[in-house]
């Protein structure tokens, strides 16, 4: 049986960045590659990410570790983000010029309603209200409601408000004009640069891990445990390793399953979601599909939203070509993922605007589970009762986006990985 320090479960940034710190631990990780869905893939002369990732901190300390850690590989570009309407582009996120972007009738709804909730607010309970509050009850139903279900899979009244304050960050049609003046450098989706690594957002967890023990294909299966410490951990079924902390970022639900929990935290456990992602990867018979980063495709069609990787890098595609990669919110075990990668990739193709069908040359799909924690309505209730038990395990520590059930972005998963790892050295 090995002995470890500190065991890390999951190779992905949060993980990585606190192995960085600790340096005297061993990563498990289950996949045959590092870094999460922090990964970039290569697809002949093309790669794209799971998901367009960018860097962005209002943190000082934190923007000087990131640029220090990447260096001369750090390329910057102006951010260009739309929504697709109605076969109309409006500036995303959302902005004063919005009401500019609607007709007069559209411009009108959506500045009576949102003085009519500045004058008659509504009680908060979910999603719905909140965001009622912050745009007003038009632009909720134009931009928010029918996206946001598809998204997540939930109605934005079953969505908890704290999916507002975690995502919009504050962010409400009042701020929207005052930073058409004012720019407001510390709201993060007002941020109108990409920063972003030149061969790929892989490059985060590559240079992070640069001297770590890490063992792939390495599946946690099990725990050894006494009254309040985690003794050993299982991996593969057979294979045993003594640890003194253990830090997870394996998903929260996934954890309890290892552990003697009460039936009260079992069934709080199995009310907490995860969303999954499907990525179609388009090869393009040209140079550039669009100038944007992202384009969020509103509309009862299949995809969610699209990022054109050489617009982040040219390092991503040749000169002469390019690729698009649409993202697909489902849920894990539902039709869209049990349909083979064919079956999506035409689907895609059929359903997807402003392209011209001609010009795709190939594909390949991807698919990714546990991406998104589901904030339902019940969420806060249910996971403070699961932390509540984990609590118990004085070496246990959560971390990231899947092992906190944080709806997170990477600066916040490298700044408390970070953070954990020099608390774990001081004690």
């Given at each position: 049986?090995?002995?470890?320090?500190?065991?890390?479960?999951?190779?992905?940034?949060?993980?990585?960045?606190?192995?960085?710190?600790?340096?005297?631990?061993?990563?498990?990780?289950?996949?045959?590659?590092?870094?999460?869905?922090?990964?970039?893939?290569?697809?002949?002369?093309?790669?794209?990410?799971?998901?367009?990732?960018?860097?962005?901190?209002?943190?000082?300390?934190?923007?000087?570790?990131?640029?220090?850690?990447?260096?001369?590989?750090?390329?910057?570009?102006?951010?260009?983000?739309?929504?697709?309407?109605?076969?109309?582009?409006?500036?995303?996120?959302?902005?004063?010029?919005?009401?500019?972007?609607?007709?007069?009738?559209?411009?009108?709804?959506?500045?009576?309603?949102?003085?009519?909730?500045?004058?008659?607010?509504?009680?908060?309970?979910s999603f719905e209200e909140k965001t009622k509050n912050l745009f007003g009850d038009y632009l909720y139903k134009t931009f928010f409601r029918d996206y946001t279900f598809k998204v997540w899979g939930i109605n934005c009244s079953n969505i908890s408000k704290e999916l507002a304050n975690a995502r919009l960050q504050r962010v409400s049609l009042m701020?929207?004009?005052?930073?058409?003046?004012?720019?407001?450098?510390?709201?993060?989706?007002?941020?109108?640069?990409?920063?972003?690594?030149?061969?790929?957002?892989?490059?985060?967890?590559?240079?992070?891990?640069?001297?770590?023990?890490?063992?792939?294909?390495?599946?946690?299966?099990?725990?050894?445990?006494?009254?309040?410490?985690?003794?050993?951990?299982?991996?593969?079924?057979?294979?045993?390793?003594?640890?003194?902390n253990v830090i997870s970022t394996m998903p929260i639900t996934q954890l309890i399953g290892f552990l003697n929990a009460p039936e009260d935290v079992k069934v709080a456990a199995r009310s907490l979601k995860y969303r999954s992602v499907i990525c179609v990867f388009l090869v393009l018979n040209k140079e550039h599909h669009s100038k944007n980063h992202w384009i969020y495709l509103h509309g009862t069609n299949l995809s969610g939203r699209l990022h054109e990787p050489k617009n982040w890098s040219s390092c991503m595609a040749p000169q002469d070509k390019t690729g698009i990669c649409v993202e697909i919110f489902c849920d894990k075990g539902d039709k869209i993922w049990r349909n083979n990668d064919k079956e999506i990739a035409h689907q895609v193709i059929r359903d997807l605007p402003l392209i011209e069908k001609f010009s795709i040359e190939d594909h390949y799909v991807v698919r990714a589970d546990y991406a998104y924690p589901i904030y339902d309505i019940n969420y806060s209730k249910n996971l403070g009762i699961v932390k509540d038990f984990l609590s118990s395990y004085q070496n246990l520590f959560l971390l990231g986006r899947t092992g906190s059930f944080r709806y997170i972005n990477m600066d916040t998963c490298l700044e408390e990985g970070l953070r954990l790892g020099n608390f774990l050295l001081r004690h």
């Open positions: 049986m090995q002995k470890s320090r500190s065991i890390i479960i999951g190779a992905g940034i949060s993980g990585l960045s606190c192995g960085s710190v600790l340096r005297d631990c061993t990563v498990l990780e289950k996949e045959n590659v590092i870094g999460g869905l922090a990964r970039t893939l290569q697809f002949n002369d093309f790669k794209f990410d799971i998901g367009g990732h960018r860097f962005f901190t209002n943190d000082r300390s934190l923007d000087i570790f990131f640029r220090n850690l990447l260096r001369e590989e750090i390329v910057e570009t102006p951010r260009k983000s739309k929504i697709y309407r109605k076969g109309k582009f409006i500036d995303y996120p959302l902005r004063v010029s919005v009401v500019f972007q609607l007709n007069p009738v559209e411009t009108f709804l959506s500045l009576f309603t949102y003085i009519h909730r500045k004058i008659k607010p509504l009680t908060e309970h701020r929207a004009i005052k930073h058409a003046f004012i720019k407001d450098k510390h709201i993060k989706s007002f941020a109108d640069k990409i920063v972003y690594p030149e061969k790929g957002i892989s490059r985060i967890p590559e240079v992070l891990s640069s001297g770590l023990d890490i063992e792939l294909n390495k599946q946690v299966t099990g725990m050894v445990y006494s009254k309040n410490r985690i003794e050993r951990i299982i991996s593969n079924e057979a294979e045993e390793m003594a640890c003194e």
